[in-house]
């Protein structure tokens, strides 16, 4: 059915056909539990759509005991950097494509009137380009479970992607806890966390080095305020220095964080004690980091400020000559309620930073920066 769908795309009438045309008990069945959805070629010239073909369907089993989806979409690119007569570049985007599907279940259990919830799902996307096809692929699991009061989930993701300065986590898993029996005056709530993830820096030495994080984290919950307590653990999975990575000690960090609305004012708040464990190689030592934002949603504006210090998120690998307690500030206004109402367009934004920040390396001097932000979606 799916590829029939995106064979009658080049020629349906002319607006974006569904199913939902016939009737009778059975149909109507079908169509409730069916849904087809196909962009034709004149629905697409009418939208001055950069897609070249697209259709989707999707099926809900009786009871919502699962769910079955799938999506195709072939586009041309919308912003093409070359002109007539020019020869296009290694970098050029002609094109994208992208196929996705996904199944979701609800699977009731026998001892729990809660049903365990199950989604997969698989997408992969190629970007067209002179010199061929570059192709990636993502895959994401999830497993939701939750028995009153207590919520259960855990998240698996596959990307073959390894984003570096930045802590990835492919395995997720959760356990909130409400302190409703408590009667407290404002809503709090208990987690656990454990994650799975992978860090690289190779400027730092640190080519792949899974880790493992745990945590716990007590949050309030108030009419104009939020506070959140948590301690999370961080234990590298190798550390003994295999494949070239040093030595890590185990790491933890105690964070508290504040967010707080005064009237048209919005403040942020966050401090960090964060410790290293002594190893043969690397001494115990005690850091904090801190962070303040204040925000004001003006009729057309939006202005913010913020300091850091120590803002560094891979505190836990070495320092490589690099200053722990450095400092940053930054300035901001937005107009993106200006911008939109001025272009009719709601996804057109534009704002203008300042920042000033002490330098990564010691030897080296403070930096400063104007940038001018400007997007337009057509």
């Given at each position: 059915?799916?590829?029939?769908?995106?064979?009658?795309?080049?020629?349906?009438?002319?607006?974006?056909?569904?199913?939902?045309?016939?009737?009778?008990?059975?149909?109507?069945?079908?169509?409730?539990?069916?849904?087809?959805?196909?962009?034709?070629?004149?629905?697409?010239?009418?939208?001055?759509?950069?897609?070249?073909?697209?259709?989707?369907?999707?099926?809900?089993?009786?009871?919502?005991?699962?769910?079955?989806?799938?999506?195709?979409?072939?586009?041309?690119?919308?912003?093409?950097?070359?002109?007539?007569?020019?020869?296009?570049?290694?970098?050029?985007?002609?094109?994208?494509?992208?196929?996705?599907?996904?199944?979701?279940?609800?699977?009731?259990?026998?001892?729990?009137?809660?049903?365990?919830?199950?989604?997969?799902e698989d997408r992969h996307q190629a970007l067209m380009t002179p010199q061929g096809r570059l192709d990636t692929e993502t895959r994401h699991a999830s497993l939701s479970w939750a028995p009153a009061p207590l919520v259960f989930g855990l998240d698996w993701k596959d990307s073959p992607q390894v984003i570096t300065h930045t802590l990835v986590c492919n395995m997720d898993g959760s356990v909130q806890v409400p302190l409703t029996a408590l009667a407290l005056s404002r809503p709090q709530q208990l987690s656990l966390s454990a994650r799975r993830c992978t860090v690289a820096a190779p400027?730092?030495?640190?080519?792949?080095?899974?880790?493992?994080?745990?945590?716990?984290?007590?949050?309030?919950?108030?009419?104009?305020?939020?506070?959140?307590?948590?301690?999370?653990?961080?234990?590298?999975?190798?550390?003994?220095?295999?494949?070239?990575?040093?030595?890590?000690?185990?790491?933890?960090?105690?964070?508290?964080?504040?967010?707080?609305?005064?009237?048209?004012?919005?403040?942020?708040?966050?401090?960090?004690?964060?410790?290293?464990?002594?190893?043969?190689?690397?001494?115990?030592?005690?850091?904090?980091?801190?962070?303040?934002?204040?925000?004001?949603?003006?009729?057309?504006?939006?202005?913010?400020?913020?300091?850091?210090?120590?803002?560094?998120?891979?505190?836990?690998?070495?320092?490589?000559?690099?200053?722990?307690?450095?400092?940053?500030?930054?300035?901001?206004?937005?107009?993106?309620?200006?911008?939109?109402?001025?272009?009719?367009?709601?996804?057109?934004?534009?704002?203008?930073?300042?920042?000033?920040?002490?330098?990564?390396?010691?030897?080296?001097?403070?930096?400063?920066?104007?940038?001018?932000?400007?997007?337009?979606?057509?």
């Open positions: 059915a799916l590829c029939t769908a995106f064979g009658l795309a080049g020629c349906a009438s002319g607006q974006r056909q569904t199913i939902g045309s016939a009737t009778g008990p059975a149909w109507n069945h079908l169509r409730d539990s069916l849904q087809l959805e196909v962009d034709s070629a004149l629905w697409r010239q009418a939208h001055d759509s950069p897609s070249l073909l697209s259709g989707a369907v999707r099926f809900d089993a009786p009871q919502r005991l699962f769910d079955y989806r799938a999506r195709y979409a072939l586009d041309r690119s919308a912003h093409p950097s070359i002109l007539p007569g020019d020869e296009p570049g290694p970098a050029t985007t002609l094109g994208q494509e992208y196929l996705g599907h996904g199944l979701g279940a609800r699977l009731p259990l026998f001892f729990s009137s809660a049903p365990l919830q199950m989604d997969l400027d730092r030495g640190v080519a792949e080095l899974p880790l493992q994080a745990w945590g716990v984290a007590w949050s309030r919950q108030g009419g104009t305020h939020h506070s959140t307590l948590s301690l999370t653990q961080f234990e590298p999975e190798r550390s003994d220095g295999l494949d070239g990575d040093p030595a890590l000690p185990s790491a933890r960090e105690i964070d508290l964080t504040h967010e707080r609305l005064f009237g048209a004012y919005q403040t942020r708040s966050v401090l960090r004690l964060r410790q290293l464990q002594s190893t043969p190689a690397v001494p115990a030592d005690t850091r904090w980091s801190a962070e303040t934002r204040v925000s004001r949603h003006l009729q057309q504006l939006h202005l913010w400020a913020s300091v850091m210090h120590a803002p560094d998120p891979l505190w836990f690998l070495p320092s490589d000559g690099r200053d722990p307690h450095r400092n940053q500030i930054g300035l901001g206004v937005g107009f993106k309620r200006w911008i939109v109402e001025a272009l009719d367009n709601p996804a057109a934004d534009m704002g203008l930073s300042l920042s000033w920040r002490e330098p990564v390396l010691i030897a080296q001097p403070p930096e400063g920066s104007v940038n001018w932000n400007f997007s337009y979606k057509w």
